[in-house]
């Protein structure tokens, strides 16, 4: 038999790294830019078109290369930054592999511009595919300047999966982010389309933060810094009040180099325990400076998680280092969130007599929208909106479930047919005994049981549905604040709101773009009522980025979705019991009284029986 094994030709060996280091865009603009660092660049000029599809231009005033040099940094394992396998312990650059160059070489058209700060002139190579198609002396600037072109041409594959513009430019954003703050010394810029997305110039890291994140975050930052044998932590946290509702703005680096730790995370959100309002995430940026020795960073160059020889005391050290910082600043864990506002449900402890029903006071006259105009009201219905009762025929018997149920507990409960419950009204009234339970919850009693609510899901789903019933009959209509407000972003927070301001119009919201990362609200939706049009947008964002990324391609209804999300009540808001009522009622008349947009449950039934057992 004939043999059969062949080497692969480099090229096609060179294309099949590439796919383990360059996934999209984003890659090449990390790999690049850590190569300038590398380099000794103090300033970094990244320019983008079209989320870097068709230019990624680099532009450094590192080291540069010889002309041989730049040569060779194409082959693979080409690197001047190990020599030995022993080197690999105790690296302190960014790349170590030399796999970056030949991956992109393989899979785009690079032209490289670079010289040596002592020659008169630079190397200019031209290659695409892996081929080199000029090499010559040129003019040209010291440093480095890289300009990638017509990403994955070759491997169509790959360019398919790439998503959206804004979705790709996202991930490069990201990487900018990170790096800059790893490396707060050295000026970088990002241009998009020959507009400026970061124009930073170097600093310290607290001025980084703020000229990323805005002006805002500045009082709003507690700096660490605890300096022992294993580890040195500096760095800031953020101010619990300010915490998000999701996970945003927490960075951990480790020697310069972002870094995820799930395992740290969890160390510094403990360390926020009992501080915290519910549901929320406190920002950090925390850097560890350690021996390299002590990290093992014999892993592949694209992840970002490392591994630590002294993990748990680290733990310790952090944990000590965030309960200083805190204490400095005279935060304090607050009472027990269950002590305050959850309503007890009156209930005798020791009766052997008459069994009674709990009874909970309900005042048949009161109106909570009539008086309380001081009052924040979670509804979307009270107010001056425009909203209207939803009337959907056929779904206005929801009330059935409650037909025959006088809360008289000395009867027998009668026989459950097992069926599946149907959330169907017969009339319209509204159960006068439903109770909030650990301003979570509600409860209230149906013919089989004692159902709960979850009250933030239900009013998801309220608000997600007359947002699409917005978006469907194109009936925007917008309330008018009586005072615009103004609001800045950071940059990728800004270029993500640019990118949704025509579902957010579609919805109603009027929010101008100001340029600079700015804007100016107009006015918001009138299904919403809402009183901090800015909190809303703000935790609009967070939802949006936290969705899954198919999902964010049908960005009407994710833009629906995460604004019902960010402006639902939240859980910890005490509800008034007129609040309640309207609440069920005004769940039970959605199309999908049973799970919220992003699919969770947001009612189940305890039945009679597990009550029955409970007390055997
Ligand atoms: P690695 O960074 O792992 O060494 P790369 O493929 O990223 O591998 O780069 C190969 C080599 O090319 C580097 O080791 C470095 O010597 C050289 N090089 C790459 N980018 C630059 C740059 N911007 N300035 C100077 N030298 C560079
Ligand atoms: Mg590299």
Redesign the pocket.
């Known amino acids: 038999m004939a043999d059969i094994i062949q080497l692969l030709p480099d090229s096609v060996a060179n294309q099949i790294a590439a796919g383990e280091v360059i996934q999209r865009p984003a890659s090449v603009v990390k790999?690049?830019v850590?190569?300038?660092i590398?380099?000794g660049?103090t300033q970094i000029k990244v320019n983008i078109k079209d989320a870097g599809r068709t230019l990624i231009q680099?532009i450094?005033n590192?080291?540069?290369?010889s002309d041989t040099?730049a040569r060779?940094?194409?082959e693979r394992h080409?690197?001047?930054?190990i020599r030995t396998a022993s080197d690999i312990f105790a690296i302190s650059?960014?790349?170590?592999?030399?796999?970056?160059?030949?991956?992109v070489a393989a899979i785009a058209e690079v032209e490289l511009r670079?010289k040596e700060h002592d020659q008169e002139l630079g190397t200019f190579i031209h290659i695409s595919g892996s081929s080199i198609i000029t090499q010559e002396p040129v003019r040209c600037d010291n440093?480095?300047n890289?300009q990638i072109k017509n990403l994955f041409f070759n491997v169509p594959a790959r360019r398919k999966f790439l998503k959206s513009n804004p979705a790709e430019l996202k991930h490069i954003i990201n990487e900018i982010q990170r790096i800059a703050l790893a490396n707060p010394e050295i000026s970088i810029s990002l241009h998009h389309n020959g507009s400026a997305i970061y124009e930073l110039s170097g600093t310290n890291k607290r001025v980084r933060i703020v000229s990323m994140f805005g002006k805002n975050i500045n009082q709003n930052l507690i700096p660490l810094d605890t300096d022992t044998s294993v580890v040195k932590i500096t760095g800031f946290i953020g101010q619990p009040k300010h915490a998000k509702r999701t996970f945003g703005e927490q960075f951990f680096f480790v020697n310069k180099r972002y870094m995820k730790h799930p395992f740290f995370n969890k160390a510094v959100m403990q360390s926020f325990e009992k501080i915290l309002p519910p549901d929320s995430f406190p920002s950090y940026f925390i850097y560890f400076d350690l021996d390299p020795a002590d990290i093992d960073v014999n892993i592949h160059?694209t992840k970002t998680e490392i591994k630590f020889e002294n993990e748990s005391a680290i733990w310790q050290i952090l944990q000590a280092s965030i309960r200083e910082a805190l204490g400095k600043f005279n935060i304090v864990p607050s009472i027990d969130f269950d002590q305050a506002g959850s309503l007890d449900i009156p209930m005798p402890l020791h009766h052997f007599g008459d069994v009674k029903a709990p009874e909970i006071k309900v005042d048949p006259t009161y109106n909570p929208f009539e008086t309380s105009s001081s009052s924040k009201s979670y509804s979307g219905s009270g107010g001056n909106s425009s909203s209207r009762p939803i009337e959907r025929p056929g779904l206005t018997n929801w009330q059935s479930l409650y037909k025959g149920l006088e809360p008289n507990f000395d009867e027998k409960p009668e026989k459950q047919e097992d069926e599946p419950v149907q959330f169907r009204m017969e009339e319209q009234q509204t159960t006068k005994n439903s109770v909030q339970f650990k301003n979570k919850y509600i409860l209230t009693p149906v013919k089989s049981g004692l159902m709960v609510i979850d009250q933030k899901r239900a009013h998801e789903r309220i608000l997600y549905e007359r947002l699409m019933l917005v978006l469907e009959n194109n009936e925007v209509a917008s309330q008018q604040q009586l005072f615009p407000e103004t609001f800045e972003l950071n940059a990728s927070d800004a270029t993500l709101l640019t990118s949704i301001l025509p579902e957010l119009h579609a919805l109603g919201f009027d929010i101008r773009d100001f340029g600079k990362n700015s804007f100016i609200i107009n006015g918001t939706p009138g299904v919403l009522n809402t009183s901090s049009p800015i909190e809303v947008i703000e935790s609009l964002l967070e939802e949006y980025k936290n969705s899954p990324a198919n999902l964010q391609e049908k960005a009407r209804e994710t833009v629906a979705i995460s604004l019902a999300q960010a402006s639902a009540i939240p859980y910890g808001q005490t509800l008034k019991p007129g609040e309640i009522n309207e609440l069920i009622d005004n769940l039970f008349a959605c199309q999908t009284p049973n799970f919220s947009p992003k699919g969770k449950k947001i009612l189940s039934i305890m039945p009679l029986d597990d009550f029955e057992k409970l007390l055997k």
Not at 98 to 103: D, K, R, T, W, Y
Request: charged fraction near 20%; hydrophobic fraction near 40%.
């Open positions: 790999e690049l850590e190569n300038a590398d380099a660049a680099i450094d590192g080291c540069g290369m040099d060779m940094a194409f080409a690197t001047s930054k650059t960014m790349g170590f592999r030399g796999e970056a160059l030949a991956s670079t440093g480095t890289f160059p």
